[in-house]
């Protein structure tokens, strides 16, 4: 009876690091961007208001998702903030004029139509939404 | 006059405060409120409002009557801010603040345009925001913070025009210094600061019966370098300003000026922030040398050497709920030995975001000491050495 038990323990265990492990989340970027992918410090940057270009000069415009699953892995892998203390973040650069709010959409399918539209735009949506007009950014 | 004043300070209108909370509790779901753009000119028009009320058990504080316990703290902010060309951005802010009996009128926080060339290269110019310190920038953005009151030894809540802008200029950039070293980032600024006679900046003189009628103003200039560590999250940093401020002064049927030898307030600093956690902790140093001279009489030399530092840390509970705690300490080394050399601050803190625009919040202090925020002119019996004081906040943003 145990011995029955045990695959299934494991494999709960398992299960969930295998999920985790597996970033369900894609930057996506519009055509203009020549870039083919992207580190980690400059998608934080770029997130957080530190930044508005990649490092090879060329100037980006970030597009941020309202709220939901894909915005929190996003948020968890690629910013360590939550989705208040990133909020809070960019209140601060806000009201004190250090710049201004990105574009903020509803849905993933609005993040890929500004995305395909806007020279410059980079986003993130889920990895298994529709993005065609848009490449994909590997994250290195 | 005082009492007239504080009956006042009650009756101010609250409603557009009460209004916008109501409409964030109606329609949390307006996030179209997040900010209103236009395309073209990525025309953006957002704001907040915040409304606290202050408890303490000894000592008034800040001109409230806040022993009996008082409402007398709002504040409401808007701002306008478009981009006609990609690297330039052109915006200003407008406040409205309360405090006893300081502010209570609308005030410019800053009007500017901002230059960025690139990276490594931008300006600000017109009236801008100080970048001196870890937080000067944004202590007055109440919705960006935990706390409702950040460490007073080192931002005191009582001035919100004086000391956090000034009219000239900021350069800023960033340099990378490789994966393995992070990235420095810098600012350097100068132009003219101006305190308004009623500055809550200037109370030390009013306890002692002096009126500055225009207030002071001077040169300033400084300048802060960020490191950006190679550890996700964390960052060292350190400023240092110049000072050198004038004004008139008057003394019953006696005038005469106000001048201080240039001064060099200095900060440390560091922040660690990753996911939930975030620790802090600053070093402010200021020595200055003000003289105050009346017509036909030796000048009136008042020294100060105030060293003040804090430590916090802040943990996220959940999405909506966060907690903190910190420690804020300053010492006056000129001043005389009374509890009024220094100020010895516990703080528990506590916010809770009901949605993306509205959020409460509670904080408990434990001050032993009257160096910051307590006025001999609102605590005529004297001071108690030790108060406890009890702040609530409501605040939406847009």
Sequence with gaps: MKRRFLPLLFGLLVLPVCFCAHAQVVIIANSSVSASSISKTELRDIFTGASTSLSNGKPVTPVLLRQGGVQDEFLSLYIGKTDSGFRAGWRSILFSGQGAMPKTLDSEAAVVEYVSHTAGAIGYIGRAAPHEGVKILVVR | ?398
């Design chain 2, 1 to 398: 006059m005082r009492d007239d004043a504080r009956t006042k300070e009650r009756d101010v209108k609250r409603l557009p405060i009460a209004a916008a909370a109501l409409l964030a509790l109606l329609f949390p779901g307006a996030d179209r409120s997040w900010g209103q753009s236009m395309d073209d000119l990525n025309l953006q028009v957002h704001g907040y409002a915040t409304q606290g009320f202050i408890y303490t058990t000894n000592d008034n504080w800040n001109t409230t009557n806040s022993t009996d316990g008082s409402a007398a703290w709002m504040e409401a902010v808007v701002n306008v801010t478009a981009e006609p060309q990609p690297k330039l951005r052109i915006g200003v802010q407008a406040r409205y603040y309360l405090l006893g009996t300081y502010g209570n009128q609308i005030m410019l926080d800053w009007a500017l345009g901002d230059y960025k060339v690139n990276e490594h290269f931008g300006f600000r110019v017109g009236k801008v925001k100080t970048p001196a310190g870890l937080l000067n920038e944004t202590q007055d953005i109440d919705p960006a913070h935990l706390w409702i009151l950040l460490p007073q030894s080192i931002y005191p809540v009582a001035s919100r025009a004086s000391i956090l802008a000034h009219y000239g200029g900021v350069v800023y950039g960033s340099v990378p210094l490789g994966d393995s070293l992070g990235k420095m980032e810098y600012r350097a600024y100068g132009g003219q600061r101006v305190l308004s006679s009623d500055d809550a900046y200037l109370q030390p003189y009013r306890d002692e019966g002096l009126t500055l009628p225009n207030g002071i103003t001077g040169r300033m200039f400084g300048g802060t370098l960020m490191w950006d560590t190679p550890v996700e999250g964390w960052m060292v940093g350190s400023s240092i300003d110049a000072e050198n401020p004038t004004g008139s002064v008057v003394a019953g049927p006696y005038t005469g000026t106000f001048s201080a030898h240039p001064f060099y307030p200095y900060y440390f600093y560091s922040k660690y922030e990753r996911n939930r956690v975030m620790f802090a902790g600053e070093y402010n140093r200021l020595s200055a040398n003000t003289q105050i001279q009346f017509s036909g009489a030796p000048p009136t030399a008042y020294l100060t050497d105030r060293r003040a530092f804090y430590a916090m840390a802040s943990y996220k509970i959940s999405e909506k709920l966060s907690a903190g705690l910190y420690y804020s300490g300053s010492t006056d080394r000129q001043a005389a030995h009374t509890i009024s050399r220094f100020q010895k601050d516990w703080a528990l803190s506590a916010r809770y975001d009901f949605n993306p625009f509205l959020y409460a919040k509670f904080e408990q202090h434990f001050i032993n000491g009257t160096e910051i925020g307590f006025s001999t002119l609102d605590n005529t019996g004297g001071y108690k050495p030790n108060t406890r004081m009890t702040l609530l906040k409501i605040g939406v943003s847009f």
